[in-house]
C-alpha cells in the first residue's frame, strides 16, 4: 500500500482569519501540499468570537486527526487560541498543531502557556504539516519531523524554510472580485532583503539562521528573499486567467523585487515575456517595492504591463526620520521614484510613520508638514506597531519603554507630549482619518476606477479616475489639517481632562469632514458597470464596503487604543461573577447605550469612576497618556454619544463603523469580560467565554487598565 492509498481519505481541518473576499494563501497551501499527498483538508475560516461554538462543532463534526490553526500576528492570535481551547474543552483528541510568522517567532511562549497545543510548524508549513500528519497516520515518533517543535523536541531543522515552494493554493470555489471582477492573490517570493528593525519579516529572517545551524549548512546564511522561477508564477497566472478569468492580480510578497533597478527590470520583463507566451492578456496589477529600485525603465516596463498601484515602503519623509528609522536612500530620492511612478500613470501608496521611537514631538510636526509634498499620492499616517521577536521590541524593552505582554505588548512614548499625540493619532485613526475606516476606502476605490478603466468596463473612464483623485487629495489636506490641529492640542496647556475631550471632539469633526468625499466616491463607483456575468443587486461602492470583525482584543491597540471607552472599571472580586452594572456611575446618554436600568443583573461588571492601576506593573502614569482614553465622568456623555450617533452605521454616508464588542479591562491589564455592543451585554457565555479568557489569560494591556474598551470592525476593499 502506498503512503498516498494510507492517508486517503483521512480528514484535516485548517483554521485561519480569512474574511470574506479574501485568501489566506499560506493556509491555501497548507491544503494544496496535503491533497497532493492523499489527506482530505478542509479549510474554516473564524472571525469573530460569537463564531467561535459554531468553529469548532464544524470542526468536530469533519471528525479530524490532525487539526492546523493559523497564528499569523498578535491581531488573531487571541482568537485562533481561543478556538484551540474550545475544541479541547468539547473533547477533541487529535493533534493539533499551530503555524505563522506569530507561532515561528512565539512557539516556545505558545507551547508554554497553552496546553491544548502539540506542536507548532515554524516558518514555511507545506512541508512539515505533510510529514507531520503521515508520522500520526503511522504512529511514529514527531521528533524528526522537519520544521517541527513540540514540547520535547525541535527536530534538525526545516529545509522547506531555504527553498520556494511551486504549489498552487487551494482557491477558493469563487474567486474574489473587485467591482465584479475576478482577483487573485499570488506569492512570489519568501522573505526580505531588508533588515529593518521594526518589522516582523526581519524577526523571521533572524529566525532563520537557527534552522541554517540546525541543517548544518555551510554556505552564508541567505538573507534575501526566496523567489519562485518566473516561468512557474508565470504558469500559476496563466491558469488563473484562462480558468477562473481572473483579470486583477495582487502580488503580496514584501518584497518581490529588491532593491537594484536592473535586476527588478530583469525580473519583470522576463515576467511579462513568460506572461506573452502563454497568451495571457491585459490584467490590472498592484504590489509593494522599495524607492531604490523604481528607475525610469523599471516604471516604464510597470506601467506597460498594468501596474496601477504600488506601495513604496519608506514610511518616512524627513531626512532624521529616514535615519532614526536606519532605512536606507535619501527623503528627496524617495519622492523622485514616487514622481516616476505618478508621471506614467501609476498610483504611489505611502504610509508615513508619524510617530516613531527615539523620535520627539518636534519630529512629528515635520513629517506631517511634510505631508503636502505628497498629496498628489495617497499616503497614511499611522503609529509604529511593535512586533514581537524584533529587534525594535528588544531596543524598546531595553529602554523601558515598552508596556503589556502578547498581543497587548505595545509602545509608550517616553515624553508625555509624545504619549497624548500618541493618544490622538489613535483616537482620530478610528474616528475616521485612517482611510481603513471610510468607506469606501478613498484608496481602493481609485485603484477599483484604474482597474475598470485599464479594462474596459463600461463606465471606466480617465475622467472618473481624475475625478476620483481630485477627491483624493482634497481629502488629504483636510486629513493634514486634522493631525495639525491635534499637534496643537497636545502643546497646548489643558488638562488631562480637557485634552480627551479636545480630541473626542476632533475626532467627531473628522467624521463630518471626510464624510462628503465618501459620498463622492460613492457616486463616481456606481457610474461603473458591472461586467454581465456579474450580478446587479448591488452597485460597485457596496461591493467595495464590506464589513468583516477583527475579532480580537489586539483589534483595540493597534486600531482603536484611542477607541472611545465606556468608562472605568475597578478590578472584580476574584471569588465572585460580574455584578449589575451600576447606572450611578454612568451619565444618562451612556447608561441608555449599555442598557440603561433594564439590563439584567450579571450581564455587566461594574463601571466606576476612576481605575485601580495598583496591578500594573508599569511605571507611574501621573501623566501617561496610554492611560488617557479614559474620560473624567464630565465627559461621559460626549463619549457615549460618539460611540453611539456617531458611529451608527447606517448608510455611506456615515461611515464611521459601530464598535461590535468592547473589552473590559481589570486593574491589573487583564482582560476578564467580552461585551457585545451597543447593548453591552456578554458576547459569550459558558465554555465559549471561558475559553476566550483562558486564551488571552497570558495577555495584558496596561495602557487600557480598569476600562471598558470598545473596539470596531475594519472594512477590507476585496482588491
Known amino acids: 500500500m502506498t503512503k498516498a492509498q494510507d492517508s486517503a481519505g483521512r480528514r484535516v481541518t485548517l483554521i485561519a482569519h480569512e474574511p470574506p473576499g479574501t485568501e489566506h494563501l499560506g493556509i491555501r497551501l497548507v491544503a494544496a501540499a496535503l491533497v497532493g499527498a492523499g489527506f482530505r483538508p478542509r479549510v474554516l475560516p473564524l472571525l469573530t468570537p460569537v463564531a467561535l461554538a459554531d468553529a469548532v462543532a464544524r470542526t468536530l463534526a469533519e471528525r479530524p486527526f490532525l487539526v492546523g490553526v493559523s497564528v499569523s500576528d498578535p491581531l488573531v492570535a487571541p482568537l485562533m487560541l481561543a478556538f484551540v481551547q474550545l475544541l479541547r474543552m468539547e473533547g477533541f483528541r487529535g493533534h493539533v498543531t499551530v503555524g505563522g510568522a506569530l507561532a515561528t517567532l512565539q512557539r516556545a511562549e505558545l507551547l508554554a502557556d497553552h496546553a491544548g497545543l502539540d506542536s507548532v510548524v515554524r516558518h514555511a508549513g507545506e512541508v512539515a504539516v505533510v510529514e507531520l500528519a503521515r508520522a500520526l497516520v503511522a504512529g511514529r515518533s514527531l521528533d524528526q519531523v522537519p520544521g517541527l517543535t513540540t514540547r520535547t523536541s525541535e527536530d534538525t531543522g526545516n529545509p522547506q524554510a531555504f527553498t520556494s515552494t511551486q504549489l498552487r493554493p487551494l482557491r477558493p470555489d469563487a474567486m474574489p472580485t473587485i467591482i ?31 534552522e541554517h545551524s540546525k541543517l548544518g549548512l555551510t554556505h552564508v546564511h541567505q538573507r534575501g528573499n526566496i523567489r519562485r522561477p518566473v516561468d512557474d508564477v508565470a504558469d500559476e497566472v496563466a491558469e488563473l486567467y484562462h480558468d477562473r478569468g481572473v483579470r486583477i492580480g495582487h502580488f503580496v510578497d514584501d518584497n518581490l523585487l529588491g532593491p537594484e533597478p536592473k535586476l527588478a527590470l530583469a525580473w519583470l520583463t522576463d515576467f511579462e515575456r513568460a506572461l506573452a507566451r502563454r497568451r495571457v492578456g491585459k490584467m490590472a496589477w498592484r504590489l509593494m517595492m522599495e ?19 504600488v506601495l513604496v515602503g519608506f514610511e518616512s519623509l524627513t531626512p532624521r526620520g529616514l535615519a532614526t528609522l536606519g532605512r536606507p536612500g535619501a527623503a528627496d530620492a524617495n519622492l523622485a521614484a514616487l514622481d516616476r511612478l505618478w508621471s506614467r500613470g501609476i498610483a504611489p501608496v505611502i504610509n508615513v510613520l508619524a510617530l516613531r521611537p527615539g523620535g520627539n514631538l518636534a519630529d512629528t510636526r515635520a513629517e506631517i508638514a511634510a505631508l503636502d509634498r505628497i498629496d498628489r499620492f495617497a499616503w497614511d499616517a499611522i503609529p509604529v506597531t511593535v512586533w514581537p521577536g524584533t529587534q525594535l521590541e528588544q531596543d524598546l524593552a531595553a529602554r523601558g519603554e515598552l508596556v503589556g505582554k502578547g498581543a497587548g505588548l505595545t509602545w509608550r512614548p517616553p515624553d508625555p507630549a509624545s504619549e497624548r499625540f500618541l493618544h490622538a493619532l489613535l483616537r482620530l485613526r478610528v474616528g475616521g482619518l485612517a482611510w481603513l475606516m ?112 477583527a475579532g480580537t482584543i489586539f483589534m483595540a491597540v493597534t486600531a482603536g487604543c484611542g477607541a472611545t471607552p465606556l468608562g472605568r472599571r475597578s478590578p472584580p472580586d476574584a471569588d465572585a461573577a460580574s455584578s449589575a452594572i451600576s447606572d450611578a456611575a454612568i451619565p444618562g446618554d451612556l447608561a441608555d447605550t449599555l442598557g440603561g436600568s433594564d439590563r439584567p443583573a450579571g450581564t455587566s461588571p461594574d463601571l466606576v469612576v476612576s481605575p485601580d492601576l495598583s496591578q500594573a506593573d508599569t511605571s507611574p502614569l501621573s501623566d501617561a497618556l496610554c492611560n488617557l482614553t479614559v474620560a473624567e465622568a464630565a465627559i461621559a456623555p460626549s463619549i457615549g454619544e460618539a ?46 467565554l471561558q475559553a476566550w479568557l483562558a486564551a488571552v489569560s497570558n495577555d495584558r494591556w496596561p495602557c487600557l487598565a480598569g476600562q471598558v474598551v470598545p473596539f470596531c470592525c475594519a472594512m477590507v476593499l476585496l482588491y
Open 438 to 549: 471610510r468607506a469606501p476606502d478613498p484608496v481602493e476605490a481609485g485603484f477599483a476606477l484604474r482597474a475598470a478603466h485599464w479594462l474596459g468596463l463600461s463606465g471606466g473612464s480617465r475622467e472618473r479616475t481624475l475625478r476620483a483623485q481630485a477627491c483624493l487629495e482634497r481629502a488629504q489636506r483636510e486629513r493634514r489639517r486634522i493631525l495639525v490641529q491635534a499637534l496643537d492640542i497636545v502643546e497646548s496647556p489643558l488638562s488631562r481632562a480637557e485634552f480627551v475631550q479636545a480630541i473626542e471632539s476632533l475626532a467627531q469633526k473628522t467624521g463630518q469632514v471626510m464624510a462628503p468625499f465618501d459620498r463622492e466616491l460613492v457616486g463616481l463607483l456606481d457610474e461603473v458597470s458591472w461586467p454581465a456575468t456579474m450580478s446587479e443587486s448591488a452597485r460597485p461602492s457596496r461591493r467595495l464596503i464590506p464589513r468583516w470583525m
Open 180 to 210: 465584479g471582477i475576478p482577483r487573485a492573490e499570488i506569492a512570489a517570493s519568501r522573505g526580505c532583503a531588508g533588515q529593518c528593525s521594526y518589522c516582523g519579516v526581519s524577526a523571521l529572517q533572524r529566525d532563520l539562521a537557527a
Open 643 to 688: 460611540t453611539v450617533s456617531n458611529c451608527a452605521y447606517t448608510d455611506v454616508s456615515n461611515p464611521c463603523v459601530a464598535p461590535n464588542y468592547a473589552a473590559v479591562v481589570d486593574g491589573g491589564g487583564h482582560v476578564v469580560e467580552l461585551l457585545t455592543m451597543p447593548d453591552g451585554r456578554p458576547a459569550l457565555t459558558g465554555s465559549a
Open 291 to 309: 524607492p531604490r529600485a523604481i528607475s525610469d525603465d523599471v516604471a516604464g516596463v510597470l506601467a506597460r504591463m498594468g501596474f496601477l498601484s
